[in-house]
């Protein structure tokens, strides 16, 4: 009897969690796992591990299933490449489980395509989604408002930021300690004074906990970009999503300086390499 693709996945991702991934990570392959499973049983080729093969995931790749976002365009080069990895780690973990003989994905290979430019807000941008903020009302507003200008005034991600508790934050010294991290790396973040007394001004007496909350719990990431996009669309700010405010702190980090190592150093990159696109913008 051979072994269910679903089964098979739930295993992967269990490793994954082993392995101390993290749950973006995970999540991600969850997601494109369970897309290959999905169109094998449109497709009428069956959920067994043994009917992957290197002609049947070209099929896959070649297919709507895999060039469509989930918003009905043209996937982008560089989601279809996200995709492309998750399968090859999936199909190296059959292979090394001992569930199929070969690696189906041996033949499958990443498209060629350069980084695109980051896309960070204009100065008047900024301005009129901060402007939006500060004339909205409620503590859901209050709260969105001190995360944007958090993120502008910082460059941590967003899912740093979200996994912020009080306890992380030294207002004497003006640091952020960041416990959720690409990688995995405790990282602390120097924040400018405005900043820090505009945290202690929005936590008033809360000592302990998530710093961003949702009722009484801490917010997640769907909803957060969800509501930011929200903002950014009553700002008129078009074809930019919340990374943007990563983005345009760099950009003001590097136009400033003129030093990669510095912008570098700001955004904790661990390679240069991925600093390198902020010398492209003017």
Known sequence: ????????????????????????????????????????????????????????????????????????????????NAMRTSIRCLAAHLHQSGLVPTNPARLLRRARCAPPPPRALHPDEQERLLNVLTQATGIEAARDRMLVELLLGTGIRIGSALGLDVEDIDFAHGELTLRTTKNNRPTIVMVPVDLVEKLRTFLGKRATGPVFLAADRRICMRHTQRRLAGWM??????????????????????????????????????????????????
């Open 1 to 80: 009897m051979g072994v269910d693709l679903q089964a098979a996945l739930q295993a992967f991702l269990r490793q994954l969690a082993a392995d101390g991934r993290s749950p973006h990570t995970i999540g991600q392959y969850r997601r494109h796992g369970t897309a290959v499973a999905n169109w094998l049983g449109t497709a009428g080729i069956g959920n067994d591990v043994a009917d992957l093969t290197p002609d049947v995931l070209a099929r896959f790749f070649a297919s709507d299933a895999a060039k469509t976002s989930c918003r009905g365009g043209a996937k982008k080069a560089t989601s279809a």
């Open 233 to 282: 669309q009553k700002a008129g700010v078009t074809g930019k999503s919340a990374h943007a405010l990563r983005h345009t702190f760099a950009c003001r980090i590097y136009q400033a300086s003129g030093d990669l190592q510095i912008t570098q150093a700001a955004l904790g990159h661990a390679s240069i390499a991925s600093t390198v696109v902020y010398a492209q913008i003017d």
